[in-house]
Nanobody
Framework: QVQLVESGGGLVQAGASLRLSCAASGGTFSNYAMGWFRQAPGKEREFVAGISTPGSTITNYTDSVKGRFTISRDNAKNTLYLQMNSLKPEDTAVYYC???????WGQGTQVTVSS
């Protein structure tokens, strides 16, 4: 069973940057495609970005973050990253990382962007 722990969230002003990390343990990290999701207050959890397994590294993003967010992974460190630039107030949410099937979720990290 895989355990995921997110970190790197915080309170920033609009236009700032943050880098989220997701540390994995208990499984073979490199076997999994990975993704970032977020959930804003009163809204459903939504997909933000995904990255395939190594060997064919493909990334995809929801339209609202394209050009601002970058997902990456370091398999030697068993860590997934989300670089978030030009943050907007509408990016405020709890951010979660998740494995591909079978699905494992982290506990989330809060990102708050003030205007």
């Amino acid at each position: 069973q895989v355990q995921l722990v997110e970190s790197g969230g915080g309170l920033v002003q609009a236009g700032a940057s943050l880098r989220l990390s997701c540390a994995a343990s208990g499984g073979t990290f490199s076997n999994y495609a990975m993704g970032w999701f977020r959930q804003a207050p009163g809204k459903e959890r939504e997909f933000v970005a995904g990255i395939s397994t190594p060997g064919s590294t493909i990334t995809n993003y929801t339209d609202s973050v394209k050009g601002r967010f970058t997902i990456s992974r370091d398999n030697a460190k068993n860590t997934l990253y989300l670089q978030m630039n030009s943050l907007k107030p509408e990016d405020t949410a709890v951010y979660y990382c998740r494995t591909g099937v079978p699905y494992y979720w982290g506990q989330g990290t809060q990102v708050t962007v003030s205007s």
